[in-house]
Structures are given as structure tokens and as C-alpha cells.
């Protein structure tokens, strides 16, 4: 299990003859990716790396089946891309496209949530789900199928997040990139809430960066809702005020926003932050072993009522069949 | 993007809003041929992106156009928080009755335009906030509506409890709104909104913050940039598509995406030095990028070492290599330089770095504790 994208994932490329969005499309075939489609106006009847191309998204959907859309269009028409994707009944629209202006953004959330459709982004790497299926940008190699899922409002800082969990052997369920715009489709709320839900992932990474207060409603929610650990790592303890560190919602403003606040919000409500970002792979492993130590306890008390035998061979029994 | 007050007063002035006579000047002649033109009382402005400006000796009342030229020769040349004084505003000084706050800026949490307003005007609003919370009212508006008659003039009703004075901050409250959506506004605020002994109301000071994202379709905005009151360097690196933010330390830093070059300068904290800058190469990193960063990086002096962190993604650690390499031939750095790179053709970016002996590391720490070892 995973969350947002899986293998019933169909995906249309907005933009899929593009610079960026025929390479992605390409990368995201090579990785298994379900890519049903590709859209660029005037093109339509094309084909791309076998993909079929067509003029709108309405006609992926009805003829291709897309119900997910990756966009790769430039800041002017990209708004357009998203009002287009939802309107043509896509459910997940992940939009990649960095410079979109935030007023814009206003009203294409309040827009896609009132169709009741989800957007990624934008700005954003976008979501993979390992060895399910890629619907972004980041690097495929470094990602290694597990149970630990990742949301993180940075880019190539999650790559690092991922290689370093990787590396210490621990997989991913799920890696959401919510994009470091102020306005956008999916914050970390609706990723935790997703992930709690989601019977693939036991434990959460949560990336947060400088700017707005999300990690700190973050905070207040997992306390509230979120049942599994959660660990994580907070950009930007360096930060001036008042600057923008590249991210259009980086920037520390009034006092607000900073690193620091963050860290303690989130400390308050017990969620260690690491210092460094490998940390963040030794925070993770010390809440897996405390969670299999707390498994192992509870399968004990269990064992005591039920025979251990015929418990193990059932276990077995379920265990193949979903392979 | 910041622009100035008088720029601001001037978009005022375009969407009906009432702002004082006055214009711009660079000289105290000019100073004392706008207040003779006014031909009464002014008040002088210091023109810079930074707050305070009254209370760090910014801005001055004249009596006459005499007064104007001699007090504006002070103002000239002032350090205001490290922005120099450049440009003066020249303005009608109004009488005032009344003083109140208007601002609107974008609520992140609530994904809506938010409007504040405030009988308490002409102070740091962030300080009525802390202390009397009570005098601030806000309300937040329906992105796909727009601000409503009605919503305005509850606003307006709050400032005032003469109907007739309502109105008139409701009117000004909507035409805010417009302006603030018109040029793609991060803020939008006026401190004070003053009302004059006979009842007209008119903005004394102006502030507009420009969302960078929307300037590609605000021409008119984007013409009212003022390199002079940016920094240099971050123009310089603007211009070359990179995103650079000076800092005071000795670790040069170059990274590829601003949450990890965020999370390099922690670490380089982290292990007891400063960072002595923020760089994000971006996406896609032709060699001429680095070469560009890597210009932008050496022209301060305080730094001793500069880092390149890469993650290769859509950034590819060959095209990194090839830069550092050419950078290096071309600038011939005075200081050492240490590079990680992990990613898309990280073995192929190492060979390409052993042309100039550099040794790639694959951690991001160790390139960081080196980098320091090599400043000390």
C-alpha cells in the first residue's frame, strides 16, 4: 500500500513535448510508471515514446483513461493546465512548474477542492510510491520500497532525506513533495492524514523549511490524529529575516516562521527534529526498533491466548497470497 | 520585489485612492523646487526598503521650501539600516484629525486574502498586535468573490462610528483590494490613513510588496525595480538565473534546490563556522552557472573556502563538473574548493573533476567539515 499514486495510477503529461516534460516522461516509463498520455495542444494524433499525444485533456481521460495528470508547463499557462486537468475529471493533478503566481493559486485551491479533486504542488519533485509508480522528477535510484513514508516541502533536500534512510536500509512507502510555494494544493496535514490512514506505512518523516506556519499546525495535528512516529528535520536555522531563500514561501517575515519556533512546536508535542539531515535516518531507526519492540510485546500477550503453531502458519498462509 | 513609497502612492493615486501632492527628488535643489511648487509645509522622505525611516531620522517636517533644501541635505547620504539614502519624497504636509492602519496581505493557512484594519494608526502595527490585540480587526476574503460592500464596510465601521467617515474607509478599503490584486501583491498597507479636520481622507504613507512570481505579466511593476537598493550581488545573480543571498560567514556555498542549500548552511553552523552565503544553482546547471556562481562567491572577500553540495536529480553531476572544471581554469580560485556529489552521473562528474584534482565526496557532511578545515 502506498498513498496517491499506485499501479492503478494512469498518467497523462501535460506538456509531454516540452524540454522537461519529455524527459520526465521518459524517465517515469523507464521506472514502470503507468503513462497513458500526453497532452500538448496542436499535437494532438502524435505519439511519444509509443505514448499517444493529444490536443486536451478531456480527450486522455475519455480515451486514454487518465485519472492523474503531471503538468510541465510553463508559469503563464500552467493555472490553465490545473483548471483544465480537473475540470476534465482527473483526481490527482501534481504540478511541477515552479513561479506561479500566488494570487492564482487562491483560487485554483479553492477551485480544485471545491471539484474535489487533489493537487500537488506547485513547485513541487512531486510523489512516488517505490517500486509502484513515479509521478515526479526526483531521482528513482536512491528510493527503495518500504514502510516509512516522507513529506517534505524541498526538493533535492528530500533526495538527500530518502538516500540517507535508504542507506540504513530503510524503505519508503510513499514520498510526497508538497512544493515550497505559500499557496499550495497539499500541505502536511493532508499527507499525514494519508499516511495514518495508509496500512503500508508505519512510521512518518515530515521535512519541513522556514516560512508560514504549517509545521507548526503540523505539530498540533499529529498530537491530535497521528497514532504512528513521526520524525523530523527543519530547514533554515540560518536564515535571515526578511530574505527569500529560494523558495517563494521561504522567507521569514514579522517575526514568524522561523526555524526555531518550528523545531519547538514540534518538540512540544514529542516529535524529535534531527540536526543534520542523515540524522533524520537515526531518528528513524531508533522509532522502528521502538515500534517492533512494542509489536513484539503485544504478539506475546497475544500468543499467551492463542497456539503459537497454528498462528505462524496462518501468518505464513496471508503473507503469500498477497505476493 | 520592495518598491518605494512614492512608487506605491503613485499606483494609489492610479486606483482613486487620495495621496498628498508631492514627487521625487535626488537633489536638495530639486527638494527645494518641488516645495516651492507645493508652496506650503512639506514633509521629507527618505526613499529606502526598509522600515523605521521615521525613527531612525528618515523623515522631517519643513516650514518652507528654504527649510526643505537645507534639512534634505542631511537626509542625503543617511545610513538608515545599511540602505543608503538616495531618493527624497517631497510632500504636502496635511493637518490630522485622526490616524488609522489598513493592510492586506495573503493568509498562507487560510489560502485567502486577509484585510486588517486599525484604529490604531501611525505606529508599528506588529506592536498594537503584541499589546492590544483587541484594536486590530480582520477579515478574510472570498478569493473567487472578492471583497463584498458589505465586508468592507464592517471594516469601515470599525475604524469609525461616524457612518459617513465608514463609507469613506470602506471605499478606501476597496480600492486597496484592487489595487493589492491588480499588481500581484504579497502586501498592501497603509500607515496611517489619516482624516483631515474637515473630513477628507487621505494616505500619508504607502507600502507595496510585489510577489516576485507574478511580475512576468506586471511590466509596469517590474519597470519600478530599484537596483540601487538591491544588493549587487543578488542582482548579479538574478540576472544569471541563480537565487544568492549574502550572508557574513567563510564557507562559500553552492547547492542545487534552496531547501538543501538551507539545510548545507545549517550544517555548516552546525560544525562551528558561518556560511558566508545562500546559492541555489537551480534545476538545470550549464557550466556556465557555476562559472557564474562561483564569480558571485569570490568577489567577497570573507570567504575561505567555498562548497559545492550537488544531489543530481534533473541536475546532473557531470554538467556540475564540467563548470567547477572550467570555473577553475577560468578564475583561477584563491581559495580552496571541496565538492560532493551524489546522483544522476555522479561517476562520470568525478572523472571529469580529476582534470583540476578535486576528489568528489559523497557526503554532505564530510564535504562540509572539510570545506571548514580548509578555511581555518
Redesign the interface.
Known sequence: MAIFVSKKTKVVVQGITGRDGSFHAKQMLDYGTNVVAGVTPGKGGEKFEGVPVFNTVDEAVKEAKANTSIIFVPPKFSVDAIYEAVDAGIELVVCITEGVPAIDMLKVYAYVKQKGARLIGPNCPGVISPGLSKVGIMPAPIHKKGKVGVVSRSGTLTYEVVYALTNKGIGQSSVVGIGGDPIIGTNFIDCLEAFNEDSGTDAIVMIGEIGGTDEEEAAKYIKKYVKKPVVSFIAGRTAPPGKRMGHAGAIISGGTGTAADKIKALNKVGIPVADLPSGIADLMEEALAKLKKKAAKKKAKKSTTKKKAAKKTTKKKTAKKKR | MKIHEYQAKELFKKFGMLVPEGDVATTPEQVGQIADKIGKPVMVKSQVHVGGRGKAGGIKYAENAHAAWEISKQIFGMDIKGCTVRKVLVTEAVDIASESYIGII?D??A???VIMVSPAGGVDI?EVAAKTPEKIFKMHV???LGLQNYQALTLGSFLFKDMKMARLAADFIKKLYITF?HV???LAEVNPLITTPDGQMWAIDAKINI????L??RPEIEAMRDPEEEDKYETQAKNAGL?F?K?DGSIGCI?????????T??????FGA??AN?L?IGGSSNPEKVVNAMNIILADPNVKAILFNI?????RCDDVANGIVTAVKQLNPPVPIVVRL???NEEAGREILQEVDITATSS??EVVKRAIELAA
Request: net charge negative; glycine share 14%; no cysteine.
Open positions: 495573503i498562507r493557512a489560502k485567502k486574502p506588529e472570498d478569493p473567487m490584486m500581484d501583491g504579497s510577489d516576485d512570481n507574478g512576468f505579466r537565487s543571498v550572508l547547492v542545487n534546490g534552496a531547501g538543501l542549500a538551507m539545510a548552511m545549517d550544517t555548516v553552523k552546525h558561518e556560511p545562500f541555489d544531489f543530481g536529480g534533473i541536475t551524489t546522483g544522476t554532505m557532511e
